[in-house]
């Protein structure tokens, strides 16, 4: 019997199709700085700010604000040669609401 057990064991090894030279390491994919997803945030707060601008929409101007100050809070090294530095969109954020409720603010300087 032990016989039958070790040529059958010895069939199994053999029939193993996990062949230990034939092994190939596992090795993660480096990613790139290049590779990174665009600052998303950054682009709707420059579009919604140009837009707000434009159409002289508060709330277009309002969202654009919040989304660069959202921008600049996860801002990352790579992203700041994309569009400029997230504080640069805060700064415009503000400047389109300054120009957008400034007639407001005239008519009670008169």
Not at 2 to 21: C, G, I, K, N, V
Not at 50 to 56: E, F, Q, T
Not at 79 to 85: C, D, I, N, Q, V
């Amino acid at each position: 019997m032990s016989s039958t057990a070790a040529a059958a064991a010895s069939a199994t090894l053999s029939a193993d199709p996990r062949r230990p030279d034939r092994i190939i390491e596992y090795k993660p994919e480096v990613k790139r700085i290049e590779d990174d997803d665009p600052d998303v945030a950054g682009f709707v707060a420059l579009v919604l700010a140009a837009v707000g601008l434009m159409i002289a929409n508060r709330t277009c101007l309002w969202v654009g604000l919040i989304f660069s100050v959202e921008s600049f809070l996860n801002q990352r090294a790579s992203e700041s040669a994309l569009m400029g530095t997230p504080t640069s969109m805060i700064l415009f954020s503000v400047a389109t609401l300054t120009v957008n409720y400034l007639p407001q603010i005239m008519v009670h300087f008169k």
